[in-house]
């Protein structure tokens, strides 16, 4: 596609149930990355995908989050019983993760995001 | 650690140039970005500056890079009404990952 989609763009969900946010990054873009924005706050990195290397997940918050990808294509986020202070908009992210050097090879291009919101 | 620093807002009249500043940690940074956010939107890439230059320009848009100070700054010049939004500076992280400032809320007033 043209550029980086997910879905839902919004997500009303109660407390303590599970959520899932789905990111399909530009074709041909081997990195992928996914950040949590809450409200008035910068983007907060939460994982990473490069390739068929085991992500780096050094940013989740907790052992509620997960994520998984299929090579180089589709990524969900996963919350598990859900709380209010996961509320925010979760924010996708890829790259063509070109050779070391190579001017722009790390831009990343960001999806429109998905807001959650947990009542 | 990695952190990014930037003031949280600034206001400016139509035609004038903004100056919106940042400061890092990380000296290794190699890229250095600048997002721009308007409401209800998603992050747009503005420019980025490779750690090896101290100035880029594109348009209305310059770009300083102060290595030694680790600082950056993002000038709008003849600011418009359309640029009201919120800019994000970001530095790549050692993962690849973008390590961004809480963003600075520049206003526009006609």
């Known amino acids: 596609g043209a550029g980086v989609s997910q879905s839902p763009s919004n997500k009303v969900t109660e407390k303590g149930k599970d959520v899932e946010l789905r990111c399909d990054p530009i074709?041909?873009?081997?990195?992928l990355y996914w950040y949590r924005q809450r409200l008035g706050q910068g983007l907060e990195f939460l994982i990473y995908?490069?390739?068929?290397?085991?992500?780096?997940k050094s940013g989740l918050p907790s052992d509620r989050f997960s994520a998984e990808r299929t090579g180089e294509s589709v990524s969900t986020l996963t919350i598990q019983r859900t709380q209010q202070e996961d509320s925010a908009v979760y924010l996708c992210?890829?790259?063509?993760?070109?050779?070391?050097?190579?001017?722009?090879?790390?831009?990343?291009?960001f999806g429109p995001g998905t807001r959650l919101t947990v009542t | 650690g990695e952190d990014v620093e930037q003031s949280l807002f600034l206001s400016v009249r139509e035609g004038d140039s903004s100056v919106i500043n940042c400061t890092y940690t990380?000296?290794?940074?190699?890229?250095l970005y600048w997002y721009k956010q308007e409401p209800g939107a998603g992050l747009q890439l503005l420019t980025y500056?490779?750690?090896?230059?101290d100035m880029k320009q594109d348009q209305r848009l310059t770009v300083l890079l102060n290595k030694k100070d680790k600082h950056l700054s993002l000038r709008i010049a003849d600011t418009q009404t359309g640029d009201s939004a919120i800019y994000f500076c970001?530095?790549?992280?050692?993962?690849?990952?973008?390590?961004f400032g809480k963003g600075t809320k520049l206003s526009v007033k006609p």
């Open positions: 992210a890829s790259s063509l993760r070109g050779l070391a050097g190579v001017l722009g090879s790390y831009e990343q291009y």
């Open positions: 074709s041909g873009h081997t990195a």
């Open positions: 995908f490069q390739g068929n290397s085991a992500p780096d």
């Open positions: 990380d000296s290794s940074s190699t890229y």
């Open positions: 500056i490779f750690s090896n230059m």
């Open positions: 970001a530095e790549r992280g050692s993962q690849g990952n973008l390590i």
